[in-house]
């Protein structure tokens, strides 16, 4: 795919949603560094829920802790792999007020070395929380990026690199909230809805769907 065909791509799908963003609901970078990491195998809805229930009584590190494990349980037990989520945040919570003062750390390092942090989570907390112009390549993303040509590539940090590389920077900020919408809504993974898509004409997959 050539370089004035990405730029139009994402012309496009800014001109449908001009200020994407996670629709994870968080006000401050911790609630959302503990909303991406309760999210994982679950659904942002089912996040939300647990949130609404979680925030209003423990929204800091160290509120958090003063629930004690099974406190924290309790809030989030309706998501999935809470018992893992759960240890892996109250040790989280422990490092952050150990080594950053309760605060979250603003550098990839620092981040990935929180419990339960991988590369993807750390760019979602660089991006959303502090406007790096980052890209956190899930399995939506992935599957847009080498379906549609923008960037393939045999594993995510792959096609993250690919993506950093080859996304006009005007548009490298909002870039991993589109593609992710756009996985999650129409660029589905079984059956891609290609006849409903703002971008079918510049798309380079070969086995576009016809409308139902």
Not at 34 to 48: E, I, M, P, Y
Not at 58 to 84: C, F, R, S, V
Not at 155 to 183: C, N, S, Y
Request: hydrophobic share 40%; aromatic share 6%.
């Amino acid at each position: 795919m050539n370089a004035q065909k990405r730029h139009a791509i994402f012309a496009r799908l800014r001109e449908h949603n001009p200020e994407p963003t996670t629709e994870l609901n968080w006000s401050t970078p911790f609630e959302l560094l503990t909303a991406v990491l309760l999210s994982a195998q679950a659904t942002d809805v089912g996040v939300n829920k647990a949130c609404a229930r979680l925030f209003p009584v423990a929204n800091t590190p160290q509120a958090i802790l003063d629930l004690g494990l099974d406190g924290l349980k309790e809030h989030i037990k309706t998501i999935g792999l809470y018992n893992t989520k759960a240890e892996n945040l109250m040790k989280t919570c422990r490092l952050l007020i150990d080594r950053h003062d309760g605060e979250v750390p603003r550098t990839r390092a620092a981040l990935e070395a929180l419990p339960g942090v991988g590369r993807k989570t750390a760019n979602v907390i660089l991006n959303t929380a502090f406007g790096e112009p980052t890209i956190a390549v899930d399995t939506h993303i992935f599957r847009v990026a080498n379906r549609t040509g923008l960037a393939r590539g045999k594993d995510v940090v792959e096609v993250e690199q690919k993506l950093m590389r080859h996304v006009p920077t005007e548009f490298r900020q909002d870039a991993h909230h589109w593609l992710i919408l756009h996985g999650r809504y129409t660029c589905v993974a079984r059956k891609p809805r290609c006849g409903s898509c703002v971008i079918e004409d510049l798309c380079e997959y070969p086995d576009k769907t016809e409308p139902a």
